[in-house]
């Protein structure tokens, strides 16, 4: 029998069925609500009837009006996350979480439907080989994959051969990925209380300051962003003196006040907030308003490219590392309660394996890809 369980949430004596964050989830990906009926299969009215209840009974807005059409407020994504958090407890392990900001989460969902078409066509006829390869054991993730063979016989995993590991294996397991956007501060939280397989981080500041082991896949810089026409007329840093800016916190936008900071250069932050779409809306939506967002998601002036430039990265998940010391343990290889401690854990043991191959792909063939969508690809 599989489950498939579907939850709601009671707040205040209200009941949000799974319906409502189904819908939200939805729009703050495609942003918008005609889009959204469509994959929903139903009716705008009905769609519109469903989000404004909920907000009446909330007491709060859960999407909002922007230049890119729909979108979740601040409030309306905090609402889908707690919602996140909760499915997480209940869903099979066959899913393998990932939570993060939204530049690096775009680019791992893209990544992720090329890397399946990837394994369909390419199956890897050499696990160990690959979770031993050259890119992975540079950036120290896997450490020593010993014993690999001797735990999966373990698990009992008979159809699972270390020679022959293809992407039916995965198929049969039903693993695949479950994007959350969220801002870097509410993803390491989640991360913390091991609701994610995948942090991914749009700076890495973050991972230094929680003494976090992370892996690069791409460079991104900042761009200056404005409604004014002025925008690309500015050619020099001094230009920015006085000017009004947009702040997003949790941003690699802290290199660009360090830099303005190192020049003497004094502008006026009149606002922070969480989001680069928030601070996107603001400014195309005033005059001679200014903001510093991800080059690759937003164009424009490129004044402090290469002072702005930082790494998108990746925390995984221990697991795979607590496997492997149980494998160096002869004594508790042989016991009863290791076997029986492997029965329940063969999902995650799939998901780990089905993890790092994908972080192989990005180190490779994803790279070419990182560049077409407008990163620069990490060298190795």
């Known amino acids: 029998m599989k489950l498939n369980p579907k939850i709601g949430i009671e707040i205040n004596g209200h009941f949000y069925d799974y319906k409502l964050f189904k819908s939200l989830e939805i729009l703050s990906k495609n942003f918008s609500k005609r889009k959204t009926a469509i994959k929903l299969n139903i009716a705008p009215p ?72 990837y394994l369909a066509h390419n199956p890897s006829n050499n696990l160990k080989n690959d979770l031993n390869s050259k890119n992975i054991k540079k950036v120290n993730e896997l450490k020593k994959v010993n014993g690999l063979k001797e735990f999966i016989e373990i698990n009992g995993l008979n159809d699972m051969s270390i020679n022959n590991i293809n992407a039916e294996i995965f198929d049969k397991y039903n693993i695949s990925f479950s994007f959350f956007t969220t801002d870097n501060f509410t993803a390491l939280n989640i991360f913390k209380k091991n609701f994610a397989d995948i942090l991914a981080l749009d700076d890495p500041l973050i991972a230094f300051q929680n003494d976090l082991e992370f892996i690069p896949i791409a460079y991104d810089s900042l761009s200056l962003i404005s409604n004014s026409k002025n925008n690309f007329q500015i050619k020099n840093i001094k230009d920015l003196e006085n000017l009004k800016f947009i702040s997003v916190s949790g941003s690699a936008e802290r290199l660009a006040w360090q830099t303005l900071e190192d020049n003497n250069i004094s502008v006026q932050i009149i606002k922070e907030v969480k989001s680069q779409y928030d601070a996107y809306k603001i400014v195309q939506n005033s005059k001679n308003i200014y903001t510093f967002l991800n080059q690759s998601f937003f164009k424009g002036n490129n004044l402090l490219k290469n002072q702005t430039e930082h790494v998108l990265s990746l925390v995984v998940s221990n697991t795979f590392n607590t496997f492997n010391e149980f494998n160096n343990s002869n004594e508790f290889n042989n016991s009863n309660e290791f076997k029986e401690y492997n029965k329940i854990n063969n999902y995650n043991l799939i998901k780990n394996i089905y993890i790092h191959l994908f972080i192989d792909y990005i180190l490779n063939n994803g790279m070419d890809i990182i560049k077409e969508q407008g990163f620069t690809p990490i060298k190795i």
Do not use: M
């Open 46 to 117: 009905v769609l519109h009837r469903r989000i404004k209840t909920a907000e009446n009974n909330l007491g709060f807005k859960l999407i909002q009006s922007s230049a890119r059409g729909s979108e979740l407020t601040e409030k309306g994504r905090n609402f889908l996350n707690v919602y996140h958090n909760y499915e997480n407890r209940v869903s099979q392990d066959n899913k393998i979480n990932v939570y993060g900001g939204p530049i690096v989460l775009g680019l791992l969902e893209y990544l992720s439907n090329n890397f399946k078409e």
